[in-house]
């Protein structure tokens, strides 16, 4: 049983597409996290939700607490945005990530 | 970046030796943790801790133990390596239960 679960698994984009990047989760959470990992690199953190939506230059993330649904947007995508997307919960009990298996993006010049 | 940093980066080790991999953070942040990363698993919590001397188990925590003396230092020691263990480790820190900043890794190969 996966509390967090993203689609899709693979994403393959020509540059200028508009992506989207779909995440759920199953646990009742304080914040949702989306993560960026180039090959070979390390992890960074993008975003940090607990309602609403934010903004950073060409990456819109989104959440819907109802629904318990969160989307990662890039826009005008480029192929240096090409990269593992994870989501991660932090739930409201306990202090363990939940994580999804990740989302592999490429974007084609 | 936070200061965050794990040794070695690189290892490859045969079946049946200890292995042991440091994280070391100068953020004086409470909690640490470790993970491996897998294709088609993601990130698995193999323990964490939440103070000097405090550690606890995560989801595949068998084969694994780890021990934290100072507030900079976690240690993950892989008792008797087994090829299973190969994998991408990597150590992160938090100071409350709401962020987490990730290290750089460690690629670990057990021939």
């Known amino acids: 049983k996966n509390e967090v679960e993203q689609s899709p698994q693979n994403l393959t984009a020509q540059e200028g597409e508009f992506i989207t990047i779909n995440c759920s989760y199953s646990v009742g959470i304080s914040a949702l996290h989306w993560l960026q990992q180039h090959p070979g690199g390390g992890i960074v953190s993008l975003f940090m939700?607990?309602?609403g939506k934010k903004k950073h230059g060409r990456l819109i993330a989104t959440i819907n607490i109802q629904e318990k649904h969160s989307s990662l947007h890039i826009t005008a995508s480029h192929p240096r945005d090409s990269a593992v997307y994870i989501c991660?919960?932090?739930?409201?009990?306990?202090?363990?990530?939940?994580f999804g298996t990740g989302t592999s993006l490429t974007v084609i010049p | 970046d936070a200061g965050i940093t794990q040794s070695p980066r690189h290892k490859v080790t045969e079946t049946g030796t200890p292995v042991t991999l440091r994280c070391h953070q100068t953020?004086?942040?409470?909690?640490m943790y470790w993970y491996r990363q897998d294709p088609g698993h993601g990130l698995r919590l193999i323990h964490y801790?939440?103070?000097?001397?405090?550690?606890d188990k995560g989801e595949v925590s068998d084969g694994y133990s780890v021990s934290r003396s100072k507030t900079e230092d976690f240690l993950l020691t892989l008792e008797s390596a087994t090829s299973s263990q190969t994998s991408v480790y990597f150590c992160?820190?938090?100071?409350?239960?709401?962020?987490?900043?990730f290290g750089p890794g460690t690629r670990l190969t057990v021939l």
């Open positions: 801790s939440y103070g000097v001397k405090d550690t």
């Open positions: 939700l607990s309602s």
């Open positions: 991660a919960a932090s739930p409201n009990t306990g202090n363990q990530f939940y």
């Open positions: 953020e004086n942040h409470r909690y």
């Open positions: 992160a820190i938090s100071k409350s239960v709401n962020e987490q900043f």
